[in-house]
């Protein structure tokens, strides 16, 4: 199996805190020494992996479901950097409404990458760079996606609070980005709840998502949306739910159509 390496006093040089992260090195690393590895960085770092130190209950168990895809010998294996939360977790993954989202995802890009790009043999192009996360993770996550679209070629948006600072998700989605990308968009069907008096539907907001970025121009090969039967907004959903969007998200790019 892989290895995971916990440092936790990573220096954000732009949001001036330190940061825990949690780096997942796949067995085939050590084993295919010449050979340069694809990343996936995951929000909400603690709740990613299968490992003593992770969260006290329930986790997406990444690690083992990339060993598991990989071993079944149709899977190329990534790296997968976990970049734990705060308990300001509402105002760090928001872009809007006063929340320092922005900052975070300067702290993705413009040292974290680099950083994870200096330290380890990783293929450093947009296409092989995936960010992903879920709730207000998912949020940000396709916040970075189109921000930095020339950095950040993969999305997973799942359960994305896109809810959250209204309209401002869809009005910065404005355009297609003409880069290559891959976007998956993922809720499940019974994910409505209260939150603090507010009731939350992940679904129609979800859905309007995906349709706004097909009325953009995205194609099935660029953007995919998963409405999950039965599944709650809880990481044994998302972890359930985890090989069938890696097979998708994180599959080997394609001779897509050139667009016109």
Known sequence: MGNITIIRDFYSDVERMTRTLRIFIPEAYTQQPNQSFPVLYMLDGQNVFSHPESAAFDTWCTNTTMEALVSAGTFR????VGIDSTRDRMIEYSPWAGGRGDL?????????????DRTYRTLPQPQWTSVMGS??????????????????????GLSPALMWGGDQMFKLWDQ????W??????VGSQEQYSFYGA??????????FYKHLKQLGYSDHEVHFLLAEGETH????????LPEIWRWLLEEPKAEPLRV
């Open 77 to 80: 294996p990534w790296i997968i």
């Open 104 to 116: 975070c995802a300067q702290f993705l890009v413009s040292q974290l990458k680099p950083y994870i």
């Open 135 to 156: 709730s207000m993770g998912g949020l940000l996550s396709l916040y970075i996606g189109k921000k930095y679209a020339n950095i950040v070629g993969r999305i997973g």
């Open 176 to 179: 297609h980005t003409e880069l």
């Open 181 to 186: 990308s891959k976007i998956y968009l993922y």
């Open 199 to 208: 009731w939350l539907d992940y679904v129609p907001v979800t859905r309007d």
């Open 234 to 241: 809880y990481e044994t959903s998302w972890q359930r739910r």
